[in-house]
């Protein structure tokens, strides 16, 4: 099978091509995807050996995301004329939903993050949807924390008060009020710009994983579907499981808390 990364550029119609293996490869690409995305998620899931072995471990996966996929993309927007500190946006398939590509980096040498600034996007539907609500008037922010969280989250006061000391007085603050599913769609509706921070429940089902809220309600990827939020432009959500996916039942589909609040 033959694995090819595209590449879409502002000042180019035709996309462009990046061949990153042939059909006669042993192990494949898609093999090799496969063992680094298990080998991260092992990683990150365990808190077993020390913290050098996962760290030298660790480098090995950036190192081999480098020589097999990020590393031909990056040469080919150099080459291309694509000014070093340009934003771009990854939007990987398949095993590779699970794995850092902004990280990426030979074990001598530059690496993405020396080049570009890296974001990531569900799908290229989504992220030229987001372009269509670029609104240059001052935002208006929601900042929610929500307080009675099991286990507590100690400083999710504080982080709502930098929050605010930033932003005001364009944020509105919610902590010391509960916080549900109902009101927090009311807020949204309201407010274009969103910080969430509370606790997140990946599910093995992607569709019901969810954030936690006031009252022991929750917020789940379903739901946030349902909403329309036609004016929103920006979400950061400062909850575990935000962008975990759904590896063994839709690994080519990316659906999380974040896809969803991206395509809301």
Known sequence: IQ?????????????????????????????????LAETWLSIIGTEGGTQLSRLRAMQ????????????PV????????????????????????ALPLHAARPLRGKGVMDYFVS??????????????NVDLDPPRVLAVGIRDSYPPLAMVGVELDVIHGLLQPAVEKKYEEPVDDHALIGYLSEH???HLACHGCLEDHPFYSHFILSNNTTLSVIDIM????????????????????DKKQRPDEVIHLSAAMQFA
């Open 3 to 35: 694995v090819d990364a595209v590449i879409l550029l502002h000042s180019e119609h035709d996309p462009i091509v990046v061949p990153l293996s042939s059909s006669d490869e042993t192990p494949s690409i898609n093999e090799e995807a496969k063992r």
């Open 60 to 71: 090995g996966i950036v190192t081999d995301l480098w020589d097999l996929f990020a590393g």
């Open 74 to 97: 990056v040469e080919e927007l150099l080459r291309r004329g694509v000014e070093r500190g340009s934003h771009i946006w990854w939007c990987p398939t398949g095993d590779l939903w």
């Open 119 to 132: 974001s990531y996007t569900p799908s290229i539907a989504a992220l030229l949807s987001s372009r269509r």
């Open 192 to 194: 274009n710009w969103f």
């Open 226 to 245: 349902k909403t329309r939020l036609d004016h929103a432009q920006f979400a950061f959500l400062s909850a575990c499981h935000s962008a975990a996916g």
